[in-house]
């Protein structure tokens, strides 16, 4: 679904991604690991279009897409939410939803059913309709943004760390609707910090480190290497899948 090949691509004079090569099936969900500041953020910009590459290419479904505006690549198909909350504290559950359907807001009756649609499988838009978004707790508000994401009926949804910040349950909460996401037709690439979390939702992975993809695997035969944790995450003390590990990024101090 989702090609890139050879992209270079970076912040100013610096490169990030030193030639990225990777391949996202159609249908699946697959997840990106790598320690901080490997360039996981930034494979997600290139595709949307927040990162303009040097050079290499990026391709839809065969279609280059490769130096597209952040919104053309929006009306390709491809959705990213973002890695901190992109609702409108303000506004109500409703209006954000309908701030997602921007894109075809002169479309009215196909607006109204994709929102029906969505309020069926993410019962939460249609029970705090009229709440603002600040009411929300983190995992609500995750979840209402995966619902907006998907009004525009997007085949690719990019994720950044969507449990980032948030408590077990609630992480649980948002994998769940990850799934759903799935089930409702889109292809979903993602960073997850949580690397064994992650790769138990995920079919595929990729790994990456300075700005490279060092490999590419199924999810569950990455997560049996034994060396998984000491080659990748440069620890070998990763945690067990302890729950509580989820969260840990926002421990006070
Ligand atoms: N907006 C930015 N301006 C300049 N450098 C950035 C910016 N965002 C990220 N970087 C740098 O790019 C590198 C990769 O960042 P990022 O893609 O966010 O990594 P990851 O998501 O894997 O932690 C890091 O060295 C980071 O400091
Ligand atoms: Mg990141």
Known sequence: ????????????????????????????????????????????????????PRSGHISLAGEDISGRSPAQVIAAGIVQVPQQGGLFAELTIHENMLLGGYLIRRDRP???????????????????????????????????????????????????????????KASELVFDSTRMM????????????????????????????RGRVLLEDSAASLLQRPDMAALFFGSATTPEPDETAVAGEKKSP
């Open 182 to 209: 799935q089930d409702l037709g889109a292809t979903v690439l993602m960073v997850e910090q949580n690397v064994r979390f992650g790769l138990k939702l995920a079919s595929h992975a990729v790994v990456m480190e």
């Open 110 to 168: 196909r607006l109204r059913r994709r929102i029906a649609e969505l309020e069926q499988v993410f019962p939460i838009i249609r029970e705090r309709a009229s709440e603002k978004a600040a009411n929300l707790s983190g995992g609500q508000r995750r979840i209402v943004e995966f619902a907006r994401a998907l009004v525009l009926e997007p085949r690719v949804v990019l994720l950044d760390e969507p449990t980032l910040g948030l408590d077990p």
């Open 1 to 52: 679904m989702i090609e890139m090949q050879s992209v270079i691509a970076g912040y100013g004079a610096g490169d990030v991604l030193q030639g990225v090569n990777l391949s996202v099936q159609e249908g699946a969900i697959t997840c990106i690991v790598g320690p901080n500041g490997a360039g996981k953020s930034t494979v997600l910009r290139a595709i949307s279009g927040l990162v303009r």
